[in-house]
């Protein structure tokens, strides 16, 4: 789409030390189309994201090799624009969901959950492919692990009602992060060492932007491991909670 | 006091200002979450039919947050100027935007009236007015400051470049800086968000700026956004701040859950002036607010977000700070869920700002989350110029790629400074005419690859 009347930046071979969108050229005034419609469709992708819908049958499907049971559960924000619009909503279950999470009493060492957030295709996409390698790590620690909880519409804080109720010591949630430009799919994995209603993030560990071309699997599955067992060691989480695992080695 | 209005055989009750301001705010996403909001269209007129008629006064005698409890209500009322209230203190709050709206209300007059006017004075005329009015005032209204250049100017707009990075890695940085420089932007400063606080990055980010700023003569300041302690520390340390930054709110608690005060921020205003790094002037503060910030930190008391807004403007008038950003799209849809109530607000946040004297600029703004897109930016972006917008910023094309939003690109304000026949900072523009990157009528030259600004880095 490049033209005569574009007029091309002498600053292209900056690009490789940022990827800022720098040296795109201009025409007149005016951002070249070229350049104007990769951004309208990378804004496309993001939109897509926030509306995109947690594969549930799918996610379902996948986890039964597992072994472990596996809840369906519900927020108390009905749908996505009441789930923007009322953050509280989305920290809260459901009353049906509430009542799921009576018959699962025994206690277990960790929870593990998984929430669409801002982006339902970020767990879609990430979510299996994170367990399949955390779990059995868990699992060779010797670490109990409760039901797999997937929950539609939930945020970050949804997961201390969860954890609480299925009376775990650890939770760890899976969740779709804000989308941004370049990265409609980024998962985040929160931590939360004796988690209770009533947290908030500073009692909490993140590993961010766990997508195939950000934190890969195999590192983020590492790092999370590292931090549970921290964790019970140190019977913390959060800022209190510093992730030294590069000094150890 | 409580405040009434009838319609229809239907009585609207508001119990003190705080709620009769709540009720009369236009609808906005975190007035409903906060609980404040209007419950129907129309007692959200009642209360705006009911808040045109309490006098002017009736803001000095009852205090919407006590006096005892916050520090940002002593400083409004401690601060009060009695002698320039006098001349409007006849007036009730619709009367007061009539009194605005006149032909004869001018500059001057308005300066003049700016000691006697408190942030919920200008917060409760504003909800009164249709978008139309508050560009009509604010536009009226000239605010000039000064430090390598002259930002403000009628028929000048500027711009903060804005080339921010995920790692505040050098190289990317200054590819970011040389872009904007040769689109014309950055005469309202270089300012930088960090990726890190650490004392350590933010000196090699100040020394980096500092040197092309001198390398290239290029008569403008620069800004590390970092927390004020951090900024302090480096000022102790020698490091070449010109100015200021930090985030502030309109209670003594978010502030606190900014951890900041008044005190630390008169500390840091002291030690700013103490470099004397401005040739032109001293305005060495830079802060930046948005609406919803207070709620957000669960620190409103039940005050609106618009109204907690312009309280924050009466901390930033004490400083005499060269640049006022208000950051309006980026804090999300649950307190400003669309282009509408983004659009709205930073009209509000610029009105007010300049009512109070502020330098306003605007972060026209927004998330990926919020049901908004660049067409909606473009009417706010135009309606801004027409406004008289001290300034907004740049960023490559639209893209924050460490703070994951998207603002105003460098195109953005070439667009609105030829729709508009606006220059920049009269200072910037010599230099960019003398630096071959626009001609004396502001129009762009093609950049030879040779240009000294591009061979240095290249």
Redesign the interface.
């Known amino acids: 789409m490049e033209d005569d009347v574009t007029?091309s930046?002498?600053?292209t071979?900056?690009?490789e030390?940022?990827?800022?969108?720098?040296?795109?050229g201009?025409v007149g005034?005016?951002?070249p189309l070229k350049?104007s419609m990769e951004?309208?469709l990378?804004?496309a992708h993001?939109?897509d994201?926030?509306y995109s819908v947690l594969d549930t049958d799918g996610l379902d499907h996948k986890l039964k090799v597992f072994n472990l049971p596996v809840l369906h559960l519900h927020s108390q924000a009905a749908n996505r624009p009441k789930y923007?619009?009322?953050?509280?909503l989305g920290r809260k279950l459901d009353d049906e969901s509430k009542d799921q999470l009576s018959d699962h009493k025994t206690s277990t060492d960790v929870v593990i959950i998984i929430a669409d957030g801002?982006s339902a295709d970020a767990v879609n996409r990430n979510a299996f492919s994170l367990l399949k390698i955390l779990i059995p790590e868990l699992l060779l620690a010797k670490l109990s692990i409760g039901p797999i909880c997937i929950v539609e519409q939930g945020r970050v804080a949804i997961g201390d009602d969860i954890a609480h109720g299925l009376n775990a010591k650890l939770s760890i949630l899976l969740i779709g992060e804000?989308?941004?430009?370049?990265s409609a799919d980024s998962m985040g994995a929160y931590l939360t060492y004796k988690p209770k209603p009533g947290l908030t993030d500073e009692s909490r560990n993140c590993i961010s932007n766990i997508r195939p071309h950000g934190l890969t699997y195999k590192p983020a599955a590492d790092k999370i491991f590292y931090l549970v067992n921290e964790a019970f060691k140190l019977k913390i989480s959060g800022v209190a909670l510093k992730d030294n695992a590069g000094l150890l080695k | 006091m409580s405040y009434q209005f009838t319609i229809r055989n239907k009585v609207y009750r508001f119990n003190d200002l705080k709620t009769l301001l709540a009720k009369a705010s236009p609808y906005r996403?975190g007035d409903?979450?906060a609980g404040i909001c209007a419950e129907s269209y129309e007692e959200r007129v009642a209360a705006q039919i009911a808040l045109a008629d309490v006098p002017l006064k009736a803001f000095l005698n009852e205090t919407i947050i006590p006096y005892e409890q916050d520090e940002i209500t002593r400083l409004i009322i401690d601060n009060h100027d009695v002698e320039t209230f006098k001349s409007i203190s006849h007036l009730t709050i619709g009367e007061f935007r009539d009194w605005l709206l006149s032909e004869e209300i001018d500059n001057k007059i308005l300066s003049d009236i700016e000691g006697g006017i408190t942030p919920e004075m200008v917060a409760a005329v504003s909800k009164l007015m249709r978008n139309q009015d508050l560009i009509a005032i604010a536009k009226k209204r000239e605010i000039i400051t000064r430090f390598r250049n002259t930002i403000g100017l009628k028929g000048h707009f500027s711009t903060r470049l804005q080339?921010?990075?995920?790692t505040d890695?050098p190289?990317?940085?200054?590819?970011?800086i040389?872009?904007g420089l040769?689109?014309g932007s950055g005469d309202a400063c270089i300012g930088i968000n960090p990726a890190t606080d650490s004392p350590a990055a933010v000196m090699h980010l100040l020394n980096l700026i500092d040197r092309l700023r001198q390398q290239f003569e290029i008569p403008t300041q620069s800004c590390i956004l970092s927390h004020i302690t951090t900024t302090l520390e480096l000022i102790n340390k020698k490091a070449p701040v010109d100015l200021c930054f930090q985030s502030i709110g309109g209670t003594e608690q978010t502030n606190t859950s900014f951890g900041i005060n008044l005190a630390l921020l008169d500390e840091a205003y002291q030690a700013t002036l103490s470099l004397n790094r401005g040739t032109g002037g001293q305005n060495v503060m830079y802060f930046e607010t948005g609406q919803g910030s207070s709620l957000s930190a669960n620190a409103h008391h039940g005050v609106d977000q618009q109204t907690c807004e312009a309280r924050a403007y009466a901390i930033a008038r004490k400083y005499k700070p060269l640049l006022v950003n208000t950051v309006v799209g980026f804090i999300g849809?649950?307190y400003l869920?669309d282009g509408k109530q983004i659009i709205r607000a930073a009209l509000e946040d610029h009105f007010c700002g300049k009512l109070l004297g502020l330098p306003m600029g605007v972060d026209v703004c927004y998330?990926?989350?919020a049901e908004a897109?660049?067409d909606d930016m473009d009417n706010l972006l135009t309606l801004l110029g027409v406004a008289g917008c001290n300034f907004i910023m740049g960023?490559?094309?639209?893209?924050d790629?460490m703070l994951?939003y998207?603002s105003t690109?460098f195109?953005d304000a070439?667009?609105l400074r030829?729709t508009l026949g606006l220059k920049p900072a009269p200072e910037f523009e010599q230099w960019l005419i003398k630096q071959g990157i626009t001609d004396d009528f502001g129009n762009?030259l093609?950049?030879?690859?040779a240009?000294k600004l591009?061979s240095e880095?290249?």
């Open positions: 007029i930046n002498p600053l071979s900056l690009k030390f940022t990827a800022a969108r720098i040296a795109i201009r005034n005016s951002i350049q951004f309208k990378a804004h993001a939109r994201a926030v923007l619009k009322r953050p509280d801002l804000r989308p941004g430009l370049s | 996403t409903v979450l080339p921010n990075h995920p890695d190289k990317g940085i200054a590819a970011s040389i872009d040769l689109y849809p649950e869920y998330t990926n989350h897109d660049q960023i490559p094309g639209s893209d790629i994951n998207q690109s195109h070439l667009y030829k762009l093609t950049i030879n690859p240009h591009l880095i290249l």
